[in-house]
């Protein structure tokens, strides 16, 4: 007698992920009861074996994991596009909208960019923002998974619109402890809610946005509560200054003497980070996000990555923030970082695409601890899944023999538009490409209404004759 189950995909181009490759099958099946996969084969044996209450027939499909995306910073969505094409992207670009972001502005930021990781087939969001109320109840709404980080630092707000390049920040201690403890409150409501769909870490924003014993303090809470630290680390030449300043070492040199470098510490960008350095936080057991795109556009840089996966250090991948980026799209990040990558070592083999869609799947569970729950598909583990239509006419032709073109398809020509389906923990959340259960115009309505708001507040602010895009504005060119 068949068994039965919620959900049967069938006829798929399966992509597993596990081993070393990408797993693939041909006609492949995978199962899926309550939250969990219980099954995967082909089409053939596990439709003998199951009785699904949902059939879903993904031929001309690739059924894969859900993507992950590490590093967020979903509320300046809000301003998407603001802060590009300049020097000092954030204090001539973002700061200045930072300083009239309202809870609300926030809020409608959040909302667009997890719409639009979601329906480009994001299935786990690693967001970094202000713990702000409400928050943290919109992924527990919309049903993602999501591993959530409230920013820690001690900078006074709005300060940094007037900050001055050389200077050092104007650090405010109290600033710095009601950061710490607003996110130890997060924490204690947050880790592990919503069935374990949200998880929290902690934030120190950077080695340069905290005084030495806030930074220690962080590092003792983290590690009694088995919290992992999500930091930016050597992200520009501005972090590296401070330090050299404030501690006369360099930002991987520091963190080692004060024990922040192991397995605990996500570590984001590693933008300015030498070789060496880069293999120093590599060994100590430390992981790495990469935000192709967004370090891209705004420093002119491709991260050590290559070095990073060399030294053996799992590598994730993360859109960082709309703002400078423009998106919150993680084939994307696949793209670019393949590219970029190549580029910089003038080396068509290095980032190959089956290496990019590993890091958007189980290297970035790997590199959020997540490996066991999550980014590949393995009788066992989460029913986080997206089919992409191959037949769409960036995808086609579909050839297997004697030269498989699914993943280098997906990597350099996919834009996210062909994903049709999306599940979190065995609920779908986007069927034939539109979301089942969220109202995306109500957003689309809220998000423009909250944009406007902000930028005419910031027009009558006199911060903004300071920032850099005026002078193209006026030329015309924007």
């Known amino acids: 007698m068949a068994e039965s189950v919620d959900t049967l995909f069938v006829h798929a181009h399966l992509f597993t992920m596990e081993g070393r490759g990408v797993g693939y099958q041909a006609d492949g099946a995978v199962a899926v009861r309550g939250n969990r996969i219980v099954d995967i084969g082909s089409t053939a044996a596990l439709e003998k074996r199951y009785a699904p209450a949902e059939r879903i027939d993904a031929a001309a499909h690739a059924l894969l994991p859900g993507l992950i995306d590490a590093h967020m910073h979903t509320p300046w969505a809000v301003v998407r596009g603001v802060a ?21 502005a926030a809020l409608a930021g959040t909302w667009l960019a997890l719409l639009e990781a979601l ?42 619109a007037g900050w001055r390049m050389g200077d050092l920040y104007p650090l405010n201690d109290d600033v710095g402890e009601r950061s710490i403890r607003d996110a130890v409150a997060f924490a204690s409501e947050w880790h592990g809610a919503a069935n374990g769909r ?132 993680l084939f994307n990040e696949m793209k670019l970082t393949a590219l970029f990558n190549k580029i910089k070592f003038r080396d068509p083999t290095i980032m190959p695409a089956w290496e990019v869609l590993r890091m958007a ?67 779908i959340l986007l069927r034939n490409g539109r979301l089942v259960a969220i109202d995306e115009a109500a957003v689309i309505a809220e998000v423009q209404q909250r944009a406007e708001e902000v930028a005419a507040e910031l027009q009558r602010d006199p911060v903004h004759l300071e920032m850099a895009l005026l ?8």
Request: glycine content about 10%; some cysteine.
């Open 361 to 427: 799947t189980i290297e970035g569970a790997q590199a959020l601890g997540l490996e066991q729950e999550i980014g590949s598909i393995e009788i066992g583990k989460k029913a986080d899944l997206i089919l992409v239509d191959l037949s769409a006419l960036n995808l086609m032709p579909t050839l297997v023999e004697p030269i498989r073109n699914i993943v280098p398809n997906l990597v350099y020509a996919a834009t996210g538009r062909e994903v049709t389906l999306v599940m979190v923990d065995g609920q």
């Open 119 to 160: 329906k480009s087939g994001t299935t786990t969001l690693g967001d970094y923002a202000t713990p702000i109320e409400g928050w943290a109840d919109i992924f527990a709404a919309a049903g993602v998974r999501a591993v959530l980080t409230p920013t820690i630092n001690a900078l006074p707000p709005g300060e940094m």
């Open 198 to 329: 949200i998880t929290v870490m902690y934030g120190p924003q950077g080695a340069d946005m905290l005084t030495l014993e806030q930074l220690r303090h962080v590092k003792r809470l983290a590690a009694s509560e088995g919290i992992l630290l999500h930091m930016h680390v050597a992200q520009g030449d501005r972090e590296i200054d401070q330090m050299l300043k404030r501690y006369g070492k360099r930002t991987p040199a520091f963190l080692d003497q004060i024990g922040y470098l192991d397995e605990q510490l996500l570590a984001v960008h590693l933008t300015e980070a030498t070789a060496d350095e880069t293999a120093m936080i590599a060994y100590s057991g430390a992981h790495m996000v990469l935000c192709s795109g967004s370090i891209g556009i705004i420093d002119g840089i491709v991260p050590p990555t290559v070095e990073f996966r060399t030294a053996g250090g799992p590598v994730a991948l993360g859109s960082d923030q709309a703002a400078g980026n423009n998106c919150h799209n």
């Open 471 to 478: 002078q193209p504005m006026r030329a015309g060119c924007l």
């Open 84 to 104: 590009q094409d300049v020097a000092h992207w954030m204090q001539k670009g973002l700061a200045p909208f930072s300083r009239h972001l309202h809870r609300e």
